[in-house]
Antibody, heavy 123, light 107 residues
Framework: QVQLQESGPGLVKPSETLSLICTVSGDSISNYYWSWIRQPPGKGLESIGYIYYSGSTNYNPSLKSRVTISVDTSKNQISLKLRSVTAADTAVYYC?????????????????WGQGILVTVSS | DIQMTQSPSSLSASVGDRVTITCRSSQRISSFLNWYQQKPGKAPKLLIYASSRLQSGVPSRFSGSGSGTDFTLTIRSLQVEDFATYYCQQSYNNPPTFGQGTKLGIK
């Protein structure tokens, strides 16, 4: 079955760029949508955005000015870059498969999820 | 963004109990509502999609219902492994948004 694994630095300095990679195993990332979702410690879930394997993206407007999600089909990986981070960006970052319909389809859900990676923003 | 509000925020129940969690959206979302279970230190797990469709492998004691703005997740005959936090999520509009969570604890 499909498995997702996030990787990257666990500590990022304020004003710098957070960079994470999600490696997908058990299936090709082609023909699917892939998402990033985050969860501040002790808080709820926030969608960051998602990408189709072809490269088309959809970002949460609240983060759009600072986020880039990209895909590397040769490595079966999805990446996340979040620029100009502050302490408010401290969170567990998850990648997840966005299953169901296409980009504009409301028939969608997140499954499966990676185990998540805690990223702390601190000097 | 569509706001999702869950109630209660927390509740205590006993093994064998029937539990209902409610999720309300700030605008009508048809049946585009999903439910997830999250245990401490773990990623969320999909339970129900499209309001009432049980994800493969999820026990049948879980069920979902609702459309429009009001939705429920029901757990029939609680098991020890069901004590967790539950989140609803709307997929009607971008960005997808989640409820604040309902923490289900042992009485």
């Amino acid at each position: 079955q499909v498995q997702l694994q996030e990787s990257g630095p666990g500590l990022v300095k304020p004003s710098e760029t957070l960079s994470l990679i999600c490696t997908v195993s058990g299936d090709s990332i082609s023909n699917y949508y892939w998402s990033w979702i985050r969860q501040p410690p002790g808080k709820g879930l926030e969608s960051i955005g998602y990408i189709y394997y072809s490269g088309s993206t959809n970002y949460n407007p609240s983060l759009k000015s600072r986020v880039t999600i990209s895909v590397d089909t040769s490595k079966n990986q999805i990446s996340l870059k979040l620029r100009s981070v502050t302490a408010a960006d401290t969170a567990v970052y998850y990648c997840a498969k966005r299953d169901g319909g296409g980009s504009s389809s409301p028939y969608s859900w997140f499954d499966p999820w990676g185990q998540g990676i805690l990223v702390t923003v601190s000097s | 963004d569509i706001q999702m509000t869950q109630s209660p925020s927390s509740l205590s129940a006993s093994v064998g109990d029937r539990v209902t969690i409610t999720c309300r959206s700030s605008q009508r979302i048809s049946s585009f509502l999903n439910w997830y279970q999250q245990k401490p230190g773990k990623a969320p797990k999909l339970l129900i999609y499209a309001s009432s469709r049980l994800q493969s492998g999820v026990p049948s004691r879980f069920s979902g219902s609702g459309s429009g703005t009001d939705f429920t997740l029901t757990i029939r005959s609680l098991q020890v492994e069901d004590f967790a936090t539950y989140y609803c999520q709307q997929s009607y509009n971008n960005p997808p948004t989640f409820g604040q969570g309902t923490k289900l604890g042992i009485k």
